[in-house]
T-cell receptor, first 111, second 114 residues
């Protein structure tokens, strides 16, 4: 499985944008980039995913580098509810390999 | 309406017992999963079923046996429980098995083996 590298932790002020980086230098052409988050005492929650182009949804934006070796999850206005562990995961298009959760980035949001 | 539900939410039992955790999804998804999150918070895939067929079976002791009676249900039966089985178990589902599909997780079942 291709691996991802994320900072262990990040901090943000409430109502400010947050940029969560992820490096995946060994990504293959058929790997989708997925982001999930896990709030305290809850199950993981899907955030966004993409292949090559930048993606936007109601929760966040995903910016994918042109060479696809890195990506950035953007939360446009952090709220206290966004405090969670964020996971960047690669998954082959076939789905024959599972989601592999690493350590993720623990995001703290300061009021 | 709960999309992915699990029962029970908490399960406390003694070593050597056999227990089951049930999972149901009302999303009409084809693919379901079981994950284990240990005390160090690492989340690992255990099994995946697609249309009732086992497609992923990670290195899990054979005391763990998943059963999918239909597409909407994936239950996890654990025989001869051990202390090391204590963890939070999450069920998930996705529309199809492909890597372009997102997964929806249940609230988890906290299993404590004493």
């Amino acid at each position: 499985d291709a691996k991802t590298t994320q900072p262990n932790s990040m901090e943000s002020n409430e109502e400010e944008p947050v940029h969560l980086p992820c490096n995946h230098s060994t990504i293959s052409g058929t790997d989708y980039i997925h982001w999930y988050r896990q709030l305290p005492s809850q199950g993981p929650e899907y955030v966004i995913h993409g292949l090559t182009s930048n993606v936007n949804n109601r929760m966040a934006s995903l910016a994918i580098a042109e060479d696809r070796k890195s990506s950035t999850l953007i939360l446009h206005r952090a709220t206290l509810r966004d405090a969670a562990v964020y996971y960047c995961i690669l998954r082959d298009y076939s789905g024959n390999t599972p989601l592999v959760f690493g350590k993720g980035t623990r995001l703290s949001v300061i009021a | 309406d709960t999309a992915v539900s699990q029962t029970p939410k908490y399960l406390v039992t003694q070593m050597g017992n056999d227990k089951s955790i049930k999972c149901e999804q009302n999303l009409g998804h084809d693919t379901m999963y079981w994950y284990k999150q240990d005390s160090k918070k690492f989340l690992k895939i255990m099994f995946s079923y697609n249309n009732k067929e086992l497609i992923i079976n990670e290195t899990v002791p054979n005391r763990f046996s998943p059963k999918s009676p239909d597409k909407a249900h994936l239950n996890l039966h654990i025989n001869s429980l051990e202390l090391g089985d204590s963890a939070v178990y999450f069920c998930a589902s996705s529309p199809r098995r492909g890597g372009s599909y997102e997964q929806y997780f249940g609230p988890g079942t906290r299993l404590t083996v004493t």
